[in-house]
């Protein structure tokens, strides 16, 4: 199956700082990547789709000024959580399809 | 509409037994029907996934069996093995320009495989 990576695999941050995680696909081009977002023994919720050269679409609920999201090439998404506060700390996964639909291995932010 | 309702919360089987895994959606947009197998601290890894053209799908000890009239899927684990023990997640959601689309997730079932 196509390969999607993550960066940072895990951060800490203090609040009021922002923090930056990169989703690639390693093998494939991806002009939409998926972003979620999931809680202890929750499930996965779709926060935005990125697409490639254009503007994320967010769910509804999501803050798009706080979590900002960047697709500037078929291989790279980057979402960035801004002014991060400990409601923000969460294990953010995203995915890209190539057929199926592909995870990254996620990324743990805490936020102190 | 978008939801996925996912059943059983948690199953305990031993060792060789079979796990099935039910779930039931409402939007008849969906076409794309994927399990996953999560770990821990990792992300969900794809399991198998079914589109609506046939009715079943197996790979290996995992099968998916689908039933549009009723629009429910499930999964069953055959020769369930310890190493099995994880928390799996149905999905639903559609499949157009030749890619899968937004997914929307069922609530997850842990579980554990004894030896």
């Known amino acids: 199956g196509a390969v999607v990576s993550q960066h940072p695999s895990w951060v800490i941050c203090k609040s009021g700082t922002s923090v930056k995680i990169e989703c690639r696909s390693l093998?494939?081009?991806?002009?939409?990547m998926f972003w979620y977002r999931q809680f202890p023994k929750q499930s996965l919720m779709l926060m935005a789709t990125?697409?490639?050269?254009?503007?994320?679409?967010?769910e509804q609920g999501v803050e798009k000024d706080k979590f900002l999201i960047n697709h500037a090439s078929l291989t790279l998404s980057t979402l960035t959580v801004t002014s991060a506060h400990p409601e923000d700390s969460s294990f953010y996964i995203c995915?890209?399809?190539?057929?199926?639909?592909?995870f990254g291995p996620g990324t743990r932010l805490t936020v102190t | 509409q978008q939801q996925v309702k996912q059943s059983p919360q948690s199953l305990i089987v031993q060792k060789g037994g079979i796990s099935i895994i039910n779930c039931a959606y409402e939007?008849?947009?969906?076409?794309?029907f994927p399990w996953y197998q999560q770990f821990p601290g990792k992300g969900p890894a794809l399991l198998i996934a079914?589109?609506?053209?046939?009715s079943e799908k197996k790979e290996g000890r995992f099968t998916i069996s689908f039933n549009k009239s009723a629009k429910q899927f499930s999964l069953h684990i055959m020769d369930s093995q310890p190493g099995d023990s994880a928390t799996y997640f149905c999905?639903?959601?559609?499949?157009?320009?030749?890619?899968?689309?937004?997914?929307?997730f069922g609530s997850g079932t842990q579980l554990t495989v004894l030896p």
């Open positions: 990125s697409n490639e050269g254009s503007k994320a679409t967010y």
């Open positions: 093998d494939f081009q991806a002009t939409t």
């Open positions: 999905a639903a959601g559609p499949f157009s320009s030749g890619s899968a689309r937004q997914l929307t």
């Open positions: 079914i589109r609506p053209d046939v």
């Open positions: 939007n008849t947009a969906f076409d794309y």
């Open positions: 995915s890209a399809s190539e057929y199926e639909q592909y």
